[in-house]
């Protein structure tokens, strides 16, 4: 195989990802809509009971929907990985799974693919979220837009590779409902998403290290940063070796059926 | 020769689905007859790299497949029972998913394929979503699809499986004019045993083992049985009927 038939592969498993999105229409519909609600409903009604003080990135007070903006952001990142997943568990089980895994390509490079045309569609869809929260006066400045680009692909790869990990753990699709309460809600909540983790370390400490020790703060962490062209150092790594850790037990979930298990 | 299988078994935990197979397969084509349960999907699971054994060898086309994983990939094709069309895409947008995965260019695809696609009376029906097509339609979409990228070897898992009888015998009688026409090696997996002819070469595989391999005339003729059905009930004693 030389670089032009793994650049045919690459653009044709990126354009069928981007087939199905487009068929799916109410897909980015449902994305956007989850978290304008977060911001539009939830974020307005909290803004006057909670106050935000000067904190880093952010050089003065800001609103409560400018806090939650990259959470809301990582969200869309979260469920289109998820989304990934539940593709990759339908895939499975219509068999088209296997035409994928029959191709002569390397598998690690096959997911790749997948992850990258998934980090593509995140993109996409965190910038008309980015776009529409401007209705709401959240401002980002607008060199941030471009710095923020290699914070979500790297978050993107990080979720959508724990999405293919999580496809090859999920039997069934109708047990994809479980991913909902164990992996989405828990990553969600237990963050920096929605509130400082110094405010949660006031409230409780034990939550506060779960929050810490999740992986999902410092991908928040790190958007957050980025959006104001400010590396966070410490979020990168924890999310860069999150990515690397988890994309590498995908891979290896995806090798060939041994004896002995069945499945 | 295109197929060769050695000393091959497989179990599911304790459980021993396939024990010992030998057989080799030439150019042509050739039927795996067994009866549901028989291990003829476990054995293409094999044969296509999908599940590995630590007992046994495959070779196809001279690679071996464990080893030489990628070389021989190329060189094969299969059309799973279940079908593995995308519903939503068109078959245009299906048939060059399909060759990218292969490495193949849209243009070069489309021409491999063109002819058979008018052969097999769906090159009208290229921007038509595979959701609309018929069973007997999707199933000769798959067919196109796997010759698409030249293989030397085809498996076929029970492809008529749902079909009615006019779809089951024009698929059939299709793709052994291909393994006449491209001298290409086909594993035509089944339980219907109205769909092997004389000529075949025929692998009896049951509950597991192979009971016969050879052209069906002569099995018959070797086991003095008067046609496949007493030739199967004889080197099986399987009470289950096919």
Same mark, same amino acid.
């Given at each position: 195989m030389?670089?032009?038939?793994?650049s045919?592969?690459?653009?044709?498993v990126v354009? =069928?990802?981007?087939?199905r999105?487009?068929?799916?229409r109410t897909?980015?519909?449902?994305?956007?809509?989850?978290?304008?609600? /977060?911001?539009? *409903?939830f974020a307005?009604?909290? =803004?006057?009971?909670?106050? *935000?003080s000067?904190?880093?990135?952010?050089?003065?007070?800001?609103t409560?929907?400018?806090?939650?903006?990259?959470?809301?952001c990582?969200?869309?990142v979260?469920f289109?990985?998820?989304q990934?997943s539940?593709?990759m *568990?339908?895939d =499975?089980e219509m068999?088209?799974m296997?035409l994928?895994?029959?191709s002569p390509?390397? =598998?690690?490079?096959?997911?790749?693919?997948?992850?990258i045309?998934?980090a593509?569609?995140s993109?996409?869809?965190v910038?008309?979220?980015?776009?529409?929260a401007?209705?709401v006066?959240?401002?980002?400045?607008?060199?941030g837009?471009?710095?923020a680009v290699?914070?979500?692909f790297?978050?993107?790869f990080f979720l959508?590779?724990?999405?293919l990990?999580l496809s090859?753990?999920i039997?069934?699709?109708?047990?994809f409902?479980g991913?909902?309460?164990?992996?989405?809600?828990p990553?969600?909540?237990l963050?920096?998403?929605?509130?400082p983790? /110094?405010?949660?370390?006031e409230a409780?400490l034990w939550?506060y /290290?779960?929050?810490d020790?999740n992986?999902?703060?410092?991908?928040v962490?790190?958007?957050r940063f980025a959006?104001?062209?400010?590396l966070n150092?410490?979020a990168?790594i924890?999310?860069? *070796?999150?990515?690397?850790?988890?994309?590498i037990?995908?891979?290896f979930?995806?090798?060939?059926?041994?004896?002995?298990?069945?499945? | 020769?295109? %197929?060769l299988v050695?000393?091959?078994s497989y179990n599911?935990?304790?459980?021993p689905v396939l024990k $010992?197979l030998n057989?080799s397969l030439?150019?042509?084509?050739?039927?795996?007859?067994?009866?549901?349960g028989a291990?003829k999907?476990t054995?293409f699971s094999?044969?296509?790299?999908?599940?590995?054994?630590?007992?046994?060898k %495959?070779?196809?086309?001279?690679f071996?497949? #464990?080893?030489?994983k990628?070389a021989t990939?190329?060189?094969m094709s299969?059309?799973?029972?279940q079908?593995?069309?995308?519903l939503?895409?068109t078959?245009?947008q299906?048939l060059?998913?399909?060759a990218?995965?292969?490495?193949?260019?849209s243009?070069?695809a489309l021409?491999?394929?063109e002819?058979i696609?008018v052969?097999l009376?769906? #090159?009208e029906?290229l921007?038509?979503?595979?959701?609309q097509?018929n069973?007997?339609?999707?199933?000769?979409?798959?067919i196109?699809r796997?010759?698409?990228h030249?293989?030397?070897?085809?498996?076929? $898992?029970e492809?008529?499986?749902g079909l009615?009888t006019d779809?089951?015998l024009l698929?059939?009688e299709?793709?052994?004019?291909?393994a006449?026409e491209l001298?290409?090696? #086909?594993?035509?997996?089944?339980h219907?045993?109205?769909?092997?002819s004389?000529e075949?070469?025929? %692998?009896l595989?049951?509950?597991g083992q192979?009971?016969a391999q050879g052209?069906?005339?002569d099995?018959?003729?070797?086991?003095?049985t008067?046609?496949?059905?007493?030739?199967?009930?004889?080197?099986?004693?399987?009470?289950?009927?096919?």
């Open positions: 030389n670089i032009q038939q793994y045919y592969c690459f653009f044709g354009k =069928r990802e981007f087939l999105f487009l068929q799916q897909r980015l519909l449902s994305a956007l809509i989850r978290p304008l609600l /977060w911001l539009l *409903v307005a009604g909290f =803004r006057a009971a909670l106050g *935000v000067i904190m880093e990135p952010y050089g003065t007070y800001i409560y929907q400018q806090y939650i903006t990259p959470g809301l990582c969200m869309i979260l289109n990985g998820m990934s539940l593709s *568990v339908y =499975r068999g088209s296997k994928l895994l029959m390509f390397p =598998r690690p490079f096959l997911l790749m693919c997948k992850l045309a998934t593509i569609l993109l996409i869809q910038y008309i979220f980015l776009l529409v401007q209705i006066d959240v401002e980002t400045p607008l060199l837009y471009l710095a290699p914070a979500i790297l978050i993107a959508g590779a724990l999405g990990l090859n753990l039997k069934q699709l109708e047990n409902a991913v909902m309460n164990f992996v989405i809600f990553m969600f909540f963050s920096s998403a929605l509130y983790l /110094w405010k949660m370390k409780s939550l /290290w779960l929050c020790y992986p999902f703060s410092y991908c962490e790190l958007l959006l104001y062209q400010q150092l410490e990168f924890v999310v860069s *070796v999150s990515t690397i850790f988890v994309s037990l995908a891979m979930s995806f090798a060939p059926k041994r004896e002995s298990q069945r499945g | 020769m295109s %197929i050695r000393n091959l599911y935990g304790h459980k $010992d057989f030439k150019a042509g084509f050739n039927v795996l007859l067994g009866p549901n291990g999907s054995l094999l044969l296509t790299g999908l599940f590995e054994s630590s007992q046994g %495959i070779r196809i086309c001279d071996d497949l #464990i080893e030489q990628r990939l190329p060189l299969v059309v799973f029972q079908s593995t069309l995308d939503d895409l078959v245009k299906n060059l998913y399909h990218s995965l292969q490495g193949l260019s243009e070069a021409t491999n394929v002819g696609l052969n009376q769906l #090159i029906r921007n038509d979503r595979v959701r097509l069973g007997g339609h999707r199933r000769r979409l798959e196109a796997s010759l698409m030249k293989p030397k070897v085809i498996l076929l $898992d492809p008529t499986v009615d779809s089951r698929i059939i299709h793709v052994r004019e291909l006449h001298g290409i090696c #086909i594993l035509w997996a089944t219907l045993m109205d769909e092997v004389g075949d070469e025929l %692998i595989l049951d509950r192979i009971r052209s069906c005339n099995l018959c003729n070797l086991h003095n008067n046609g496949l059905f007493q030739l199967y009930h004889k080197l099986t004693q399987n009470p289950e009927l096919m």
